[in-house]
């Protein structure tokens, strides 16, 4: 039998900004005051990152705009967040969580897995365990966590979201019936609010009643992924914990929200340049080459649509996916005012080998060779060391999409 | 003691093989008086971690003002700083 740890921060920005105020003298802890990270409004950033749990109370939620959260309590506190921060947080609590075994996965910012199995030999019982490292995290980094302890992954995650904040929740398959079916069918993992809305329409409103429903009922109604969310309800789930290094990406991309709604075709191509910058680096970084470019677009009037195209052969230079890119918005764009840009690439084949086609262009060895010394010098004097000429002198900043320049994980928790 | 996170100027002595140790520094007090401080003793030193940010604490003893006051100096690793932490 496995035994797998979810642990999972409290209220993570909230309570690594407050761990670092306190040490900096700040008065007041503001995991226990009505508190809010959140993006700056002014460059239109203004949700919700990360609530406290008396700012809960008032009905605050993650994801709401910071003038509706403003709306349900005035004198709330605001504060802005600090993503190096959370990385050195996120960091130090892996290190912590590295010395109980070997196998921890990094499933978000502020989640990891731990396959605790083979650790039971050197550190005896799990939940003794999983005590010890919730008391160590709050001890040595400042914060609190909730630690689910279970037989696989989905279990465990489920365990550690029941009761917060600072607990251990076993959710043994046994104990399931006990603890997770009487939830609502919502708080299941991969059970969104579409999904929950359509089982609620046929009578399914926990996670019992899911679990108890006839699968193929449930396959015909959701599809392939109704399966998956059958197999969930009943605790089912075989995946492995998988260290981070041995995850294969399947994409990447980026995408911003720009701070006024642009309507001029040259600002929009700048700021896709900056964001093809930054996905062209990481796909570089990654090992990999692209045959799969898309543009995506979000209008002022929340209108998303995107573009893309499949390409004959594979390509990893920041300009000619950058051609693509401006091929591609050319097509699709009708010129409405625009909020937010994204570029993404997939259908990877790694680089090294390649095919060489009639059609490459003719410059094609010298832009690789720009590209790796540009990559060089960025790697070792920092990300705006050296820009394109275009950026010069502009508003626009040159390398665009992610939070920090680090490789940043984000909030919430992915299926990687 | 309170914690008060003053960045200090300090003199600092490099060891070869331990912890760096102060020596004397100068912090401004409430009321603006800038005093200078000579560490007559170092009682214990702990690295910690909260937060994720790596630091030295020090907790010193010295006379400042005709009065033997323990304070706590910090050492911040990846800034290279000091700070006045607690007295």
Redesign the interface.
């Given at each position: 039998m496995r035994i797998i740890f979810h642990i999972d921060a409290n209220s993570a920005y909230l309570s690594?900004t407050a761990?670092?105020m306190?040490?900096?003298?700040y008065p007041v802890d503001i995991r226990e005051i009505p508190a809010v990270i959140s993006g700056d409004p002014l460059n239109r950033h203004g949700i919700i990152l990360a609530k406290s749990i008396p700012a809960k109370k008032y009905g605050i939620a993650t994801g709401q705009s910071l003038f509706e959260a403003r709306q349900k309590y005035p004198g709330l506190a605001v504060f802005p967040p600090d993503y190096d921060?959370y990385?050195?947080?996120?960091?130090?609590?892996y290190q912590i969580l590295k010395e109980y075994s070997p196998l921890v996965e990094r499933y978000s910012i502020d989640e990891c897995f731990l396959d605790y199995t083979a650790s039971r030999n050197r550190f005896g019982d799990p939940v003794e365990a999983a005590y010890e490292i919730k008391e160590r995290i709050k001890k040595?980094?400042?914060?609190t966590v909730n630690i689910g302890v279970s037989t696989n992954k989905l279990l465990a995650k489920m365990g550690s979201e029941l009761k917060k904040p600072d607990r251990v929740h076993t959710l043994w398959p046994q104990e399931m019936e006990k603890k997770m079916w009487p939830l609502p069918v919502g708080e299941l993992y991969m059970v969104g609010r579409a999904t929950a809305e359509k089982l609620r329409r046929i009578n399914i409103c926990t996670i019992g009643d899911l679990a108890k429903a006839d699968p193929n009922h449930i396959k015909a109604l959701l599809k392939s992924p109704g399966l998956l969310v059958w197999e969930f309800a009943n605790g089912i789930d075989n995946s492995e914990v998988t260290l981070n290094s041995e995850i294969i990406q399947k994409g990447v991309g980026n995408s911003t929200t720009i701070s006024h709604d642009v309507t001029d075709r040259t600002e929009a191509l700048m700021i896709l340049l900056a964001l093809t910058e930054r996905v062209a680096m990481r796909l570089r970084r990654l090992g990999y080459m692209a045959s799969l470019v898309s543009v995506s677009i979000k209008t002022a009037g929340f209108i998303h649509y995107s573009h893309q195209m499949k390409l004959r052969n594979s390509i990893d230079t920041t300009t000619e996916i950058y051609e693509h890119v401006c091929m591609l918005f050319d097509q699709c764009w009708k010129g409405e005012p625009i909020r937010k840009l994204g570029v993404h690439v997939s259908d990877f084949q790694a680089s090294g080998t390649r095919q060489y086609s009639l059609f490459d262009r003719r410059d094609d060895e010298k832009l690789r060779s720009l590209d790796r010394t540009v990559d060089k010098i960025r790697e070792k004097y920092g990300t705006r060391s050296i820009i394109r000429g275009s950026f010069t002198n502009g508003d626009i900043n040159p390398v665009q999409g992610g939070t920090n320049d680090s490789d940043f994980i984000m909030m919430g928790g992915y299926r990687q | 003691m309170k914690i008060l996170a003053e960045p200090i100027e300090a003199a600092v002595w490099f060891k070869s093989k331990e912890k760096p140790q102060p020596v004397k520094f100068r912090y401004s007090d409430g009321e603006g008086v800038v005093r200078r401080v000579n560490v007559d003793k170092i009682i214990s030193v702990d690295e910690v971690k909260t937060a994720g940010i790596r630091a030295f604490v020090y907790r010193c003893q010295s006379e400042i003002d005709g009065v033997m006051k323990v304070y706590e100096l910090k050492y911040l690793i990846s800034d290279c700083r000091w700070e006045l932490y607690k007295m």
């Open positions: 690594w761990a670092a306190l040490e900096k003298g921060l990385m050195l947080c996120s960091n130090a609590m040595e980094l400042g914060f | -």
